[in-house]
T-cell receptor
Framework: EAGVAQSPRYKIIEKRQSVAFWCNPI?????LYWYQQILGQGPKLLIQFQNNGVVDDSQLPKDRFSAERLKGVDSTLKIQPAKLEDSAVYLCASSLRQGDNYGYTFGSGTRLTVV | GENVEQHPSTLSVQEGDSAVIKCTYS??????FPWYKQELGKRPQLIID?????GEKKDQRIAVTLNKTAKHFSLHITETQPEDSAVYFC??????????????FGSGTRLSIRP
């Protein structure tokens, strides 16, 4: 099966600029996640969608971060304005549970550098 | 809130020796515990997982043990090889498994295999 697609792979921006990331989950996966992984740390969940609804955005810095999944498929994550501490890899993942089978797959991530 | 603690943060072992990474979780409702391997610049990849109705699971050189009473689980890698060098993340799903479940990650263990 095709994996979780993310773009761009790399992005370098200046602080206070805006940036957007795109994710296309595995076909049929209703749940989509955005994680932030700072160098040397584990992935931290930013937001979780179930279809096009938000399940959990408790750790999303809503003053500068926003995300949407309008048609329940693709998703975009935006940062406006960016800060130096936003430098990280942004991972998208999608999951599907069918009976006892639980599939959870990460995309390759977008490496953001804020200078 | 949900929390997963992982130790050690770094681990160096001689090639051929065994490596053990330990994690504890806080939410007693957790019942699914995956382990991910992340090589430099790559996405986390699932290497093994265990459910709460099982105490141990093995896959070739990799095994995971779970102690639900103590709320801790461990990854064991035997006969380590250079390609085992990576960052390993434990994780837990802090509620009964469903299509909307999210994964909480530990902080990671950087494993280095010395030739």
């Amino acid at each position: 099966e095709a994996g979780v697609a993310q773009s761009p792979r790399y992005k370098i921006i200046e602080k206070r600029q805006s940036v957007a990331f795109w994710c296309n989950p595995i076909s049929g996966h209703a749940t989509l996640y955005w994680y932030q992984q700072i160098l040397g740390q584990g992935p931290k969940l930013l937001i979780q969608f179930q279809n096009n609804g938000v399940v959990d955005d408790s750790q999303l810095p809503k003053d500068r971060f926003s995300a949407e999944r309008l048609k329940g498929v693709d998703s975009t994550l935006k940062i406006q304005p960016a800060k130096l501490e936003d430098s990280a890899v942004y991972l998208c993942a999608s999951s599907l549970r069918q009976g006892d089978n639980y599939g959870y797959t990460f995309g390759s991530g977008t490496r953001l550098t804020v200078v | 809130g949900e929390n997963v603690e992982q130790h050690p943060s770094t681990l160096s072992v001689q090639e051929g020796d065994s490596a053990v990474i330990k994690c504890t979780y806080s939410d007693s409702a957790s019942n699914y515990f995956p382990w991910y391997k992340q090589e430099l610049g790559k996405r986390p990849q699932l290497i093994i997982d265990i459910r709460s109705n099982v105490g141990e699971k093995k896959d070739q050189r990799i095994a995971v043990t779970l102690n639900k009473t103590a709320k801790h689980f461990s990854l064991h890698i035997t006969e380590t090889q250079p390609e085992d060098s990576a960052v390993y993340f434990c994780a837990a799903i802090p509620r009964p498994l469903s299509s909307a479940s999210k994964i909480i990650f530990g902080s990671g263990t950087r494993l280095s295999i010395r030739p």
